[in-house]
């Protein structure tokens, strides 16, 4: 038989379900039954009635996981309640001239059961500790984060987004299936585009995407045969120069950018601009664009020949010398 501890409760989350939020009315023990990798004392957790029955249903051995089921299981049950916030502001809601009676009861009552029930999925609890004492248990569940939501894994993301916007499911399905789980953004996009739509005219849509897809995995093969490679080559900034072209001015952090990675032209900066910006972000905008800036017209420059034998200061770095 294992004998639970009561975890700390601070005074202000007194009477509160760990899991949600929600007011406290029962415990969850975990684990439910012995386990032999549990590497710490078993835990009696606070939690409301619903959240209790659900946790009763899980297994698991971290009770990590155990919390991340449970509110996957409430994002399931009130995913319509959810995407009210998806499709509506509160203002919107207030303003609305829905007739009828439902629809009245509707606009009076929709966004406070959105904000409810974003504040139960949105509640992480407080930190474990037991007797004062903090209980250091490494966080070892998995599972799939999109948009700030943490999900069981990729499917449980996709259903929720189904059921919660309405989304047309056969469409969904095959943008998913089509495009990935690094693209869910994007297939999110477009079947909010089309929430309303016939098996043949979603036909249609995949066939489009599908054909873009083609198109765009041709593209970056064609272009990995030609790209410039990163970090090819050390170059120390100390031996690059400033440039200055037409009273713009090339930095040597830019420069050496270029350089260590075999960047000679503006087609090729192009593709890694992406990359560029990424690395200099911590710079701010409007000097990460500088630089950019500033070494577009360097890379433009050494496009003349002469110009690179008579007016570029580095001129021999380039040339290996």
């Not at 919107?92 to 406070?112: H, P």
């Amino acid at each position: 038989m294992l004998n639970y501890e009561a975890i700390d409760i601070p005074f202000n989350h007194r009477h509160t379900c760990w899991f949600c939020g929600e007011p406290s009315n029962a415990a969850v023990n975990f684990p439910s039954r012995p386990s032999a990798v549990l590497a710490h004392t078993p835990l009696q957790l606070p939690a409301c009635q619903e959240c209790k029955t659900i946790a009763s249903s899980c297994v698991t051995d971290s009770v990590w996981d155990l919390q991340l089921q449970v509110t996957n299981a409430l994002m399931k049950r009130y995913a319509k309640h959810l995407g009210i916030g998806v499709n509506w502001t509160k203002q919107e809601l207030a303003e609305t001239q829905l007739e009828g009676t439902s629809f009245k009861g509707f606009t009076d009552s929709a966004w406070m059961m959105y904000e409810i029930a974003k504040g139960r999925v949105d509640f992480s609890g407080w930190p474990l500790a037991l007797n004062g004492v903090p209980l250091d248990i490494i966080d070892d569940s998995y599972g799939f984060e999109f948009d700030g939501a943490r999900f069981i894994n990729f499917q449980t993301a996709v259903d929720f987004y189904q059921k919660s916007e309405s989304l047309n499911k056969h469409l969904f399905d095959e943008l998913v299936a089509l495009l990935g789980q690094k693209q869910l953004a994007y297939a999110l996009r477009i079947a909010r585009l089309y929430p309303s739509i016939t098996k043949r005219q979603a036909e249609k849509v995949l066939a489009e995407i599908a054909l873009q897809q083609s198109d765009k995995d041709a593209i970056f093969r064609d272009n990995s045969q030609t790209s410039p490679l990163l970090a090819v080559k050390a170059v120390c900034v100390e031996d690059v120069r400033e440039v200055n072209i037409h009273g713009e001015t090339a930095q040597p952090k830019a420069i050496v950018w270029v350089m260590s990675r075999n960047i000679r032209t503006l087609a090729q900066l192009q593709q890694c601009e992406d990359a560029f910006f990424d690395e200099h972000e911590h710079l701010g905008g409007v000097i990460a664009f500088q630089l950019y800036h500033g070494v577009q017209l360097y890379l433009e420059a050494r496009q003349d020949i002469n110009w690179c034998e008579q007016d570029d200061p580095n001129q021999p770095l380039w040339l290996g010398e």
